[in-house]
């Protein structure tokens, strides 16, 4: 632990800092063995604070620092007139204003846990968001303390060329012994979170933006060299999201100059710093042959997110960590609505809904369940949750969905407007959509407060003598931990009925809605109220949440003709889609039942029929008839089940998959060639169009790799063998290597081809290893535990940490089905790996916190195994906090 007693941390305790930082001189001097840190500090009083002392002693945070010297206003003070604990030095205080000068020793090279100033293949980076500041120098650590940086690196000209840190470069020159320095100024104040620093010998492509109000800014990509022919499709994306943020958010850039720079470890997806935002290199570099269609788009939506934060996040940045969702859940929202502008919008809606439903209602029913806006913490790294970020968006979502879109921009405007330059809190952004908007969003904050996913029961009643049709919503929401009950929330429920004839009929509802609407969205705030439609001349279906209009859970007694007609009818890509899933989820619970019994019985023919004709419609949209077509995953089969039963939900899916496949295959075959002979001609083009016609194409090989058939699995090495895309290359390879006729000479072929072609791509390599640890075929413990010996994998890269393990762990077969050995080789891994990196140590253990919902046998060996891991000593805050929340 990094304190002897991890403590939690409340948001009812929130108190402004004592001091602020006016300005901030940070001069750091890079060597191979440790780098010096000087931090020269403007201080001033905060005369607002609520505080017994005139002067407060100052508390600064600093953690695995070497304090080389501390002067205050000049003065060097002595061992005895400061405090050096774990985690802070405290100082005596004079004056209201003072300058403090701070030399810290820190040591880059051996920080493992890639939080502060550490190395990546050789060059130096920093990722300070949340608490990393305080591991490169003493200061206020908390994003409300706002500053001016000023930055001088210095470093060896040979070892690192290349020296960037956050906003405008101002000067730069050469110095003796072969070093060299550049100084950055950045003109915004922003907290510590948002500093970044790095140096190496890196390349870069350069490009140029014209922003709305004929501000010329630069853009520069950064990568080792092997990598710059990767830039493209991430700088268009850059220009796109500029751009958009112009057009839809009235939101311009504000530096001379944006960067972008290429990491291989790194902890997550990117990171926001102001001018100079680092990503993981897995979320920037592509090209047709190394990245899939899904890494091209995963680029555009990361590259969109981190450049939107340059408003929502830094420009108006979070008062204090339990805001988190202030910037992270409206950036989501502003990004999902980018990728929805540039690609399909049904097919993106399909996409974050089915993340959501799988892993954030699985978080909600889990241990470690908050708000959106928690109420408390021991380490704040454990709460950049699907919570925060996803379900998040959906809050911002339903309040753009409740004020309408002129509304929420006007809502937009006053909150970048009233709280520039400031660290705001969630009150604030809603308090401005509502004093833009003149709407009442008092019962709306509930989504702020608290947490779980709600239920919306839906029955409904035809009066055929009135042609009355009653509809009656009722919500609840389960007990969490600490919530035991819950106020209701405030919904918005898209709505429409259709006929018989699947037309949707005009909507006339009591209770103000308006009349000859055929869609619309009612705003539900009672625990259970009645609408009653008009003028119905049979009983219509209702086709609800349209849209995925709220973050809910909806039950309604769908008969599977009802479901099967919605599929065809329904004019809500969402639903129709909705509707193919719970058909599916019907059709593969009832053989996980029957797997309980060892009973055969053939899958429901309903269902085979229903996506023969899925396959057959020749005017579904290519890209959501790929959605429709996949069945529920096996995630999200067990997130919907009441006990999970890993084994009986793998055969259960596998046995409907094959018999869509078995009775489909000549459709299938036919429109995977059809496609295949388009997608032929011309070059790869990862655009909405014909990532759309591959991933359906894909689909379709996938259900042909589950027929017994040795002239599929011939078509699929054909397709690896032929392609010109990592898409295509991909897809095949994992249909070789999970396909129902077995062949493992060709499995061994194929990997060993796929590894000759890309070992020296590291990113490449990370799906190597996942495509095997996630392999209901290949990926068994011991064969994980080879892979890790495995000269390319790299125990310090969080990436194939997560590839391989990660892999692993949502490998249903393998992981949870070996007597536990799965999870015991997990602990063990947690346990070592909290050492290292307890970030990445404590993510990688949460498939366990969920043992109580598995059948009894999984669940007692998964709690055995997380019982190993507290009886730790030592264990870091991350790891600690959830492995005793969830048992
Ligand atoms: N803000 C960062 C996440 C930082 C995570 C720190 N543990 C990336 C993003 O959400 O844009
Ligand atoms: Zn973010």
């Excluded at 403590?7 to 305790?13: A, F, N, P, Q, R």
């Excluded at 690196?153 to 072969?178: F, K």
């Excluded at 490009?207 to 080792?224: A, Y």
């Excluded at 429920?493 to 909507?507: M, T, V």
Aim: proline share 3%; net charge negative; aromatic share 10%.
């Amino acid at each position: 632990m990094k304190d002897a007693q991890p403590s939690t941390i409340y948001l009812k305790d929130y108190q402004a800092p004592d001091y602020w930082i006016d300005t901030t001189h940070l001069t750091f001097d890079l060597h191979e063995d440790h780098t010096l840190v000087t931090a020269v500090l403007q201080m001033r009083l905060n005369e607002d604070a609520n505080r017994g002392e005139a002067l407060p002693a100052l508390t600064l945070h600093g953690e695995e620092l070497d304090l080389v010297s501390l002067h205050r206003d000049g003065e060097e003070l002595e061992k005895d007139q400061y405090q050096l604990v774990k985690g802070s030095l405290t100082l005596p205080v004079e004056q209201p204003r003072f300058q403090l000068q701070i030399v810290t020793r820190i040591r880059p090279q051996e920080n493992t846990s890639l939080e502060g100033l550490y190395k990546s293949n050789g060059m130096f980076c920093t990722q300070c968001e949340a608490e990393g500041f305080r591991k490169i120098t003493y200061y206020l650590d908390r994003p409300d303390v706002m500053s001016v940086f000023t930055t001088k690196v210095i470093a060896s000209q040979a070892r690192y060329p290349v020296l960037l840190a956050n906003g405008n470069a101002i000067d730069r020159g050469e110095l003796d012994n072969d070093r060299h320095y550049v100084t950055w100024e950045d003109p915004f104040k922003k907290p510590s979170y948002l500093f970044a620093l790095v140096a190496g010998d890196l390349e870069y492509v350069e490009d140029h933006f014209t922003t709305m109000n004929g501000r010329e800014v630069t853009l520069r990509l950064f990568t080792e060299s092997h990598n710059i022919h990767k830039c493209d499709h991430a700088m268009v994306s850059l220009k796109k999201s500029m751009k958009w943020d112009e057009e839809v958010y009235g939101r311009e850039y504000d530096l001379d100059i944006f960067m972008i720079v290429a990491v291989d470890h790194f902890n997550m997806g990117a990171m926001e710093n102001k001018g100079l935002n680092i990503f993981n290199s897995s979320c920037v570099l592509a090209s047709p042959e190394t990245a899939t269609d899904a890494t091209y788009q995963k680029i555009e939506a990361i590259v969109a997110h981190e450049y939107f934060h340059n408003w929502s996040g830094n420009r108006v940045t979070c008062r204090d960590w339990f805001q988190l969702s202030l910037k992270e859940g409206f950036t989501v929202f502003r990004d999902a609505e980018f990728s929805a502008d540039m690609n399909s919008r049904g097919v993106k809606r399909i996409q974050d809904a089915a993340v959501l439903r799988t892993a954030q209602f699985a978080e909600d029913a889990g241990p470690m369940a908050h708000p959106i806006r928690p109420e408390s913490f021991i380490e704040i790294s454990n709460f950049y949750t699907l919570t925060v970020y996803e379900k998040g968006c959906e809050v911002v979502r339903m309040i753009h969905t409740l004020l309408g879109a002129d509304q929420f921009r006007k809502g937009t405007d006053l909150y970048f407007d009233r709280h520039d330059g400031e660290a705001a809190t969630c009150e604030d952004f809603v308090k401005a959509m509502e004093d833009a908007s003149g709407v009442d969003l008092t019962q709306f904050r509930n989504w702020y407060s608290q947490s779980g996913t709600p239920v919306i029961t839906v029955t409904d009643r035809y009066e055929a003598e009135t042609g009355d049709y009653h509809l009656t919503i009722a919500q609840s929401c389960p007990a969490t931990p600490g919530q035991e009950h819950k106020k209701p929330f405030h919904i918005p429920l898209g709505l429409a009925l259709l006929d018989e004839q699947g037309q949707l009929l005009p909507l006339n509802a009591e209770g103000g809605n308006s009349e000859g609407n055929r869609e619309q969205v009612l705003s539900i705030k009672q625990s259970e109220e009645t609408f009653v439609f008009k003028g119905c001349k049979s009983k219509p279906l209702p086709s609800l949440l349209r849209n995925f209009s709220a973050p809910v859970r909806v039950r309604y007694d769908y008969s599977k003709d009802d479901l099967v007609f919605l599929m065809k009818h329904d004019t809500d890509s969402f639903n129709r889609w909705d509707a193919c899933q719970r058909l599916g989820v019907m059709a593969i619970e009832q053989l996980v039942e029957q797997f309980d019994e060892q009973a055969e019985q053939a899958v429901d023919s309903q269902l085979v029929d229903a996506f023969g004709a899925l396959i057959a419609d020749p005017k579904l949209e290519h890209a959501v008839k790929a959605e429709m077509l996949c069945l529920p995953t096996e995630a999200s089969l067990a997130e919907q089940a009441e006990e999970i039963k890993p084994l009986a939900i793998v055969a259960a899916r596998k046995k409907v998959k094959q018999a869509i496949a078995e009775t489909h295959s000549a459709a299938l075959l036919a429109l995977y060639n059809e496609l295949h002979n388009e997608l032929n001609h011309g070059d790869y083009r990862p655009e909405a169009s014909d990532i759309a016609k591959r991933t359906l194409k894909n689909v379709c090989l996938g259900y042909l790799a589950a027929v017994d058939d040795a002239g599929y699995l011939q078509r699929s090495a054909e397709q690896y063998n032929a392609a010109s895309s990592m898409t295509d290359r991909r897809a095949a390879l994992g249909c070789i290597v999970n396909a129902r006729h077995r062949d493992e000479h060709l499995v061994e072929q194929m990997l060993t081809d796929f590894y000759d072609r890309y070992k020296d791509d590291a990113n490449v390599m990370d799906d190597w290893f996942a495509v095997q640890s996630s392999s209901a075929e290949l990926g068994t413990v011991e064969k994980v535990k080879a892979l890790m010996q495995h000269d390319s994998f790299d125990s310090t890269s969080p990436n194939k940490l997560r590839a391989l393990i990660g892999g692993f762990t949502r490998n249903m077969t393998h992981f949870h089905t070996t007597g536990g050995a799965g999870y015991e080789f997990l602990a063990d891994r947690v346990i070592e790996l909290d050492k290292q990196n307890p970030q990445v140590a404590s993510r990688v253990m949460m498939p366990l916190t969920r043992w109580k919902k598995f059948e009894p046998v999984a669940s007692g060996l998964m709690k055995k195994a997380l019982q190993r891991i507290k009886a730790v000593h030592d264990l870091s805050t991350d790891v600690y906090e959830v492995v005793n929340k969830s048992l």
